[in-house]
């Protein structure tokens, strides 16, 4: 619990030193924002009319009861949910001030600017090496190969633990350690954003704690999404943070100081101190 916060009364509290050395840069500026933006899968509507503005090298965290619609709005900013059929889009949702569901926009392309870890760590069944340079040699990137790869796995916190055993395969590291490849490979091309859906729900308190330390650090460079179930993690690490409830309604979005520590919804102050969820 950080000073100034009301005691006992939240059973969250945010600690003091995060995102301190952003906080000094003071207000940053919108990177992706989505003007009422709604999905449904079928008919079944999963958000509701979503405007929020995410702002670029922050970290915002997506927190709300299962099924309230977080992973839906994640994959609605780089496509993803184009690859599942039963999806539909209303609205809007601006990456760089353009509207990513334009009809002259290649969500493949897109996806190379807005990359993606997932929850279950999913490397190739290929050598710790090649998992890193993958993306670079399907986009011609080859130059300097050898220097690209050490610095993804360096800025994935992972180079000292395997730079002797590149050649082996990305599936005999630990669940963290193949996390944090993952990790490596999203950034080996150079994106301007990561969305991230519960990176670390899978992994124990301390490869939990190494994955939660370098998204501090990534926040330097990239703009980091991430989905979490953890309430402790998004006061944690995370600069703002957005509340979706049942329905797929957004209904608090503000610094994570402020939701975690005094929202201005009866709803979020509930949730967040557990009485439901
Ligand atoms: N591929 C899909 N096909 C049909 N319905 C889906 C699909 N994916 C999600 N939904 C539905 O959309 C709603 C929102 O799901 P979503 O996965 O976005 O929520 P969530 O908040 O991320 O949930 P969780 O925390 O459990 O992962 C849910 O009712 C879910 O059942």
Not at 62 to 82: A, E, F, H, Q
Request: glycine share 6%; proline share 4%.
């Amino acid at each position: 619990m950080s000073e100034g916060s009301s005691g006992d009364e939240y059973a969250v509290g945010v600690p003091e030193e995060r995102g301190r050395d952003r906080d000094a840069d003071g207000e940053a500026s919108t990177i992706i924002e989505s003007r009422d933006l709604s999905v449904w899968y079928n008919d079944e509507q999963a958000l509701r009319s979503v405007s929020m503005e995410i702002p670029e090298k922050r970290v915002t965290a997506m927190v709300g009861p299962s099924g309230c619609g977080k992973s839906t709005y994640l994959r609605s900013i780089n496509r993803m949910n184009d690859l599942i059929d039963a999806a539909r889009v209303e609205g809007e949702m601006l990456f760089d001030g353009k509207n990513v569901y334009d009809d002259d926009v290649d969500p493949v392309a897109l996806r190379r600017r807005i990359g993606m870890v997932f929850q279950q760590p999913n490397p190739f069944p290929k050598s710790i090496y090649d998992n890193v340079a993958y993306g670079l040699r399907l986009q011609d990137r080859t130059e300097n190969l050898d220097e690209k790869v050490e610095q993804a796995l360096r800025d994935a916190a992972l180079w000292d633990e395997v730079k002797d055993q590149l050649d082996q395969s990305g599936l005999d590291l630990s669940g963290g350690q193949q996390q944090r490849l993952c990790i490596a490979r999203a950034i080996a091309v150079d994106p301007e954003v990561v969305l991230m859906d519960e990176p670390a729900s899978a992994l124990d308190p301390v490869a939990t704690s190494k994955i939660e330390d370098l998204i501090d650090d990534m926040a330097e460079e990239y703009t980091v999404v991430i989905v979490t179930h953890n309430m402790q993690q998004a006061a944690r690490i995370s600069d703002k943070t957005a509340v979706f409830l049942t329905g797929g309604e957004l209904v608090e979005f503000d610094d994570t100081e402020k939701v975690f520590e005094n929202p201005e919804n009866d709803r979020v102050e509930d949730y967040i101190t557990g009485k439901f969820g």
